[in-house]
């Protein structure tokens, strides 16, 4: 622990291995035992402890190297330890309680094996790398930029997109070539990558759309504004450089790239977290500001109200300005532009069994009853067993039909109206106009459900029952029963 | 009717001849003539007309007078009535409302011929399928107001839809023990607007949104039991209780009701009466929850066997519901008296039950302190009920009139000497099973409380000194005591001659009793109604020759008098014409013959134990003719084979429930029970061992106390 803490930043490329050497060093077996805390910090890896330099999980060749010599000599140091242990045992030379001190380290280093082997591993994920992504403070900045280290998925966004930058560094593919062999294992599925990280996104956004409300609404000018363009917005990357704001579908590209800013970002350990309590009073607070003119969240409107991390800027920017090109494929209706949307929805999709005679679908019961609650003549309206479009023919006595119709015919509509009542489907509303959505929108569609009750109202007594079919009512049968009456 | 004794089967038997053979369906002059004829000594009396003018020349007010006595008198002469002339005819069918039909096959002839019925009562119709039902809406405008489903199964919601749809105007529907009912059926339900009256109780499947379909579409509700809804919700409950503001009853027995939905219903306007009980979501909390006031209109409330509500909850609903005239407590918490006496919130607490219930220390003392305006007290099988606090409490229930005392075995004289002596209005006094209470004390209940209406001595010490006594109250109508052993026909004979208005009496193992004592009863009691005789085994053919008297007669129970004869049956037949229940189980003597009398005469029986007696096929198939039989148990019937047994099951389509030997089970064809099955009989195979051997009642009682004692 001591060896680590008097590390000096500019010596990080190599630490990772240090604690290694420490241990190695050390004759006595038992002393090392005794000294767990160097293993300590792979527990919590983000510790935040500036003094600790951290052998990183990420997927880093090199660090996985030295990690995994690491475990090796751990096991070898646990195994020499035991083997004492098994040697004394014959001569009883230990005390009961020296034995039982033993006992508890060894179990100790296993349980410290365990945990690194675990991490190790899990860098290897990328949603590790996401969660790691997200425990990061949303903006980076100079003195941050200090510190970061090896880690290069946890490079905060920074947005100070310029067009010079672009020129200044090696074009992303470039690096692509050189590190083909290490990135391929591990972030080549850039799909699955995109939807984990757009999960995450969606997240965040709702952060974004809380930003005015929960008390973090910065007064103009304590923070700095930035402003990517719609191209920068869209492109599909994933890593973003905490100097320039650039964009990269990949994290070793991104790393590459780092590189260009100049020497401090070539070690490994300078890439780790930086301590955020101590850097975080003198970073200039980051807000972000929707290209989009005349929306809420552009500089220009008066109301502005800045969006809090680069992610919240590309999922309001797609939601808000977007086409929605996602179509969820089970109900060929919704649509949606953030792919992360879609997925949460089609998770539930089909699922809105909730439905009122109204022709409104719930995912949640109650959100049902406090809607049948709220409107006069509107009643839960059943499932039909038939397939739908069955039911619509026959003129079954079972009433099912109308609110299938009606849903149908109130089509966009319904999820205006649905939205409001699952997080998973309020992607539209809550980043950009939360008030104009409640307002306007919802009123519009209490209306519409107006519209649509006379219908159903008016539709009721015009259905035919074709229920007297196969009576027994012929005019000799009914006066032969007349001698069964019951009188009484 | 009864007053043409000789031959009173060719007279039933004409009526049914009618319908059946064309020259009567014409109605000869002559023929009509003869049933007015018959019907003459009824007639006179409120018909100025004799019998030489017809029937026809009235106006229909007038007849529907006479129709309307007619079956006040006796509902049975409605249909000799119609059959006397073609306006008797066309009179009984505009004037009749209520139709209780045997068989809902039958539905659309009945509403066609009785068009201005409002009611439909389907009881009698073990299986009603959707296509009956559908038969109301083929009929010509329904003004059916009233259907009762509540026997039947075999529908779903089509034919509730057709119904529905065809009877807009319907307020009373009840669909309880509808198993198979759910949120479709109960869908249906909610299209009629203007239902004021709904049961659902045992609607198993329903849930929330079937509730929701109704509480939506029935805004008019005043009446709704939901018991034994076990999907139902918080979520539904509070839609009902936001939708229905003029419920008045409500019954959510058995339903999860909670402390999220209970707010919402205890504040339902007009409700008058809830019933709560075994909800287990019903605890302090929920109880605790309202605030003081919350509902003024409440008058009763039943939160007996709520186990989660203790002494707490109790304490803070009373503050809820200042207004309370009824309290059911029973099998729901200990009694103290800090609890008691929060009851001084609601002083117009009349009807307290307290059934099952521990009393704590003064907890019994403190309802005398508290509640001085009861008029309704229940203690039966309380535990801790002792002479001390139950003396006290009398003495200041002054105006008690009902006390159930039912099983609480620490009283004795004292207690009985402070009842009588305090409550003397009592109308009511159940006190089963006292057994320390001295014949001595018992004579004091009669001495002191002459308007008892209803007494229960069952069990009891009583002897024919506190039967003399009893007889003061002369409007006693129900007297209950079985296992008395000591009473004889002296005490009986008191009993019969100054107690006019008796209709229901128990002497259930009176050993002591024998054919003299229920002659003179039967005698007295002209208006006897039910009476139980079981094990009385001195009685013979003597007594049911007198009971043959009571025409009102609707239920004899006489299991185990090995000395009746089918020549009693013949005679209780054919004078009680009423007859509905009758069980003869160990009756070994009685046989076809008696069988051939029931099915002749006892057109109203439902429900019939012939176990243990010698009736064969024969008897079997010729009761089988009696449409309405609901009823049978036939167990350890020796002349009983397979085959009569499938063929009296298969002519019998009203059945809904027979109990029959296991035995029997492998010996009938499978297909032929799945068909009696399928039109809605519910079978029972009981495997009892055959006892023919009775023992004495001293015997039967002394072992009964020895498990009480054990």
């Known amino acids: 622990m001591d060896s680590n803490q008097n590390n000096s930043r500019g010596q990080s490329a190599n630490l990772s291995s240090n604690p290694l050497y420490y241990q190695f060093g050390s004759d006595n077996p038992l002393l090392s035992m005794g000294m767990q805390q160097p293993f300590h910090p792979f527990t919590s890896p983000f510790g935040a402890s500036s003094s600790t330099n951290i052998p990183q999980m990420d997927w880093n060749p090199g660090t996985m190297l030295d990690n995994l010599s690491f475990i090796e000599e751990k096991i070898r140091q646990v195994k020499d330890v035991i083997r004492t242990m098994v040697d004394n045992g014959g001569q009883l030379t230990y005390r009961p309680g020296e034995l039982g001190q033993q006992q508890q380290a060894v179990n100790a280093d296993l349980t410290c094996l365990i945990v690194q082997l675990i991490s190790t591993a899990g860098s290897l994920l990328p949603s590790l790398k996401n969660s790691s992504f997200l425990s990061h403070p949303p903006a980076g900045h100079m003195e941050m930029a200090n510190h970061v280290g090896s880690s290069s998925s946890m490079v905060p966004n920074t947005a100070a997109h310029s067009e010079d930058n672009n020129e200044d560094l090696c074009s992303p593919e470039d690096y692509e070539e050189l590190f083909k062999g290490f990135t391929d294992g591990a972030v080549e599925d850039t799909e699955i990558e995109n939807v984990l990280v757009e999960e995450q996104d969606t997240k965040d956004g709702d952060e974004g759309g809380d930003a005015g409300m929960d008390g973090d609404n910065l007064p103009p000018g304590s923070y700095e504004l930035l402003q990517l363009e719609r191209d920068e917005i869209l492109a599909p990357h994933t890593h973003f450089c905490s100097i320039c704001g650039k964009g990269f579908k990949r994290d070793a590209n991104l790393r590459m790239h780092m590189r260009g800013h100049g020497d401090e970002y070539k070690s490994p350990a300078a890439l780790a977290k930086p301590p955020r309590d101590a850097s975080a009073e003198h970073a200039p607070v980051k807000r972000y500001s929707c290209p989009f003119i005349g929306c809420k969240r552009n500089k220009l409107h008066k109301n502005f109200q800045p969006l809090k991390t680069i992610l919240c800027v590309k999922n309001h920017y797609k939601r808000s300005h977007c086409e929605k090109s996602h179509t969820c494929s089970r109900c060929h209706t919704k649509k949606f532009s953030v792919m992360a949307d879609l997925k949460t929805h089609e998770k539930h999709c089909g699922r809105d069994k909730w439905l009122c005679s109204c022709g409104t679908s719930f995912s949640r019961k109650d959100k049902l009853f406090a809607h049948v609650a709220l409107f006069q003549g509107h009643t839960p309206a059943l499932p039909s067993d038939e397939p739908k479009d069955s039911s619509d023919q026959v003129g079954l006595p079972g009433s099912h039909q109308e609110p299938a119709k009606l849903a149908s015919s109130v089509g966009s509509f319904m999820w205006g109206n649905s939205s409001g009542d699952d997080s998973a489907l309020d992607v539209k509303g809550l980043d950009s106009c939360s008030d104009d959505f409640l307002s306007t929108a919802n009123f519009g569609s209490f209306n519409f459900s107006f519209g649509q009750l006379d219908e159903f109202v008016y539709a009721v007594p015009s259905r035919s029952i074709e229920a007297g079919s196969g009576m027994p009512a012929t005019a000799s049968e009914h006066e032969a029963s007349l001698t069964d009456w019951s009188i009484c | ?710």
């Open chain 2, 1 to 710: 009717m009864k007053r043409s004794p000789p031959l009173p089967a060719q007279h039933v038997r004409g009526g049914n001849i009618v319908i059946s053979t064309p020259p009567l369906l014409g109605r000869s002059h002559q023929e009509s003539m003869a049933m007015t004829s018959h019907r003459q000594p009824k007639r006179r009396r409120f018909s100025p007309a004799p019998a030489s003018p017809p029937l026809d020349l009235l106006a229909d007010e007038l007849l529907f007078l006479v129709l309307d006595r007619v079956a006040a008198a006796d509902p049975r002469a409605l249909k000799s009535f119609a059959l006397a002339s073609r306006a008797c005819h066309a009179a009984e069918s505009r004037h009749r409302r209520v139709l209780r039909p045997l068989r809902a096959e039958l539905l659309p002839a009945a509403l066609a011929r009785y068009p201005s019925a409002t009611s439909l009562d389907l009881s009698l119709c073990a299986r009603v399928t959707d296509a009956a039902l559908s038969a109301v809406s083929a009929a010509s405008p329904s003004n059916l107001r009233a259907v009762d489903l509540s026997r039947s199964s075999g529908f779903g919601a089509a034919g509730l839809a057709a119904l529905s749809k065809a009877s807009p105007d319907l307020v009373d529907l009840d669909l309880s023990n509808g198993v198979d009912l759910g949120d479709v059926a109960a869908a249906e339900v909610g299209r009629v607007r203007r239902l004021q009256r709904l049961s659902l109780s045992r609607c198993k499947p329903l849930t929330d949104m079937g509730l929701g379909c109704v509480a939506v579409g029935c805004p008019d509700l005043r009446e709704l039991s939901l018991k034994w809804c076990l999907g139902l919700t918080d979520l539904g409950l509070k839609l009902l209780a936001h939708k229905c503001k003029k419920l008045r009853t409500l019954d959510l027995s058995y339903v999860m009701i909670s402390k999220n939905s209970f707010p919402a219903i205890m504040k339902l306007p007009n409700l008058e009466v809830l019933t709560l009980v075994g909800c287990t979501g019903i605890d302090d909390d929920a109880l605790g929850s309202l605030e003081k006031d919350c509902n003024k209109t409440l008058q009763v409330l039943d939160i007996s066997h709520c186990q989660n509500a203790t002494e707490a909850g109790v304490s803070s609903i009373v503050k809820s519901i200042p207004n309370l005239s009824e309290l059911n407590l029973s099998y729901c918490c200990p009694i103290t008296p800090s609890m008691v006496s929060s009851f001084h919130r609601i002083p117009n607490l009349q009807i307290l039950k307290l059934e099952g219930c521990k009393f704590m220390a003064d907890g019994l003392k403190s309802i005398g302190r508290s509640c001085g305006s009861v008029r309704e007290l229940s203690l039966s099988k309380c535990s801790g009920v002792t002479d001390a606090e139950l003396s006290f409490v009398v003495s200041r229930l002054n105006n008690l009139l009902k006390l159930d005392i039912t099983c609480c075995r620490n009283i004795t004289d004292v207690s009985i000497a402070s009842i009588t002596s305090s409550c003397t209005s009592l109308t009511s006094l159940r006190m089963e099973s006292c057994a320390h209470v001295s014949s001595e004390g018992l004579r004091l209940i009669g001495k002191h409380c002459c308007h008892l209406e209803e007494l229960d001595l069952t069990d009891n010490d009583l002897d024919d000194e506190g039967l003399k006594a009893i007889a003061r109250c002369s409007k006693l109508s129900s007297l209950k005591v079985g296992i008395c052993l000591k009473i004889s026909d002296e005490g009986l004979t008191h009993i019969g001659k100054a107690c006019p208005e008796l209709r229901d009496i128990d002497l259930y193992r009176c050993g002591g009793i024998s054919d003299d004592g229920v002659t003179q009863l039967a005698q007295g009691c002209t208006k006897l109604e039910s009476i139980n005789l079981s094990y009385c085994t001195d009685i013979t053919d003597r007594s049911l020759m007198a009971l043959s008297k009571c025409a009102k007669l609707n239920t004899l129970e006489i299991r185990g008098c090995p000395r009746v004869s089918s020549c009693g049956i013949a005679e209780v037949a054919m004078g009680c014409r009423l007859l509905s229940k009758l069980d003869i189980k160990k009756c070994f003597e009685i046989n076809d013959v008696g069988m051939l009398y029931i099915s002749q005469f006892s057109h109203s029986l439902r429900q019939i134990n012939l176990s243990y007696c010698s009736v064969t096929d024969i008897g079997l198939l010729s009761l089988s003719s009696i449409c309405g039989l609901q009823n049978m148990t036939i167990i350890h019937l020796a002349g009983i084979t397979p085959n009569g047994l499938i063929a009296a099951l298969m002519v019998c389509g009203g059945l809904t429930k027979v109990k029959l030997n296991a035995a029997f089970k492998s010996m009938m064809p499978p297909h032929m029970l799945r068909n009696v099955e399928a039109r809605g009989c519910v079978f029972q195979w009981i495997n009892k061992p055959y006892k023919v051997e009775l023992e004495p009642c001293d015997v039967w009682k002394q072992q009964s106390r020895d498990v009480l004692v054990r």
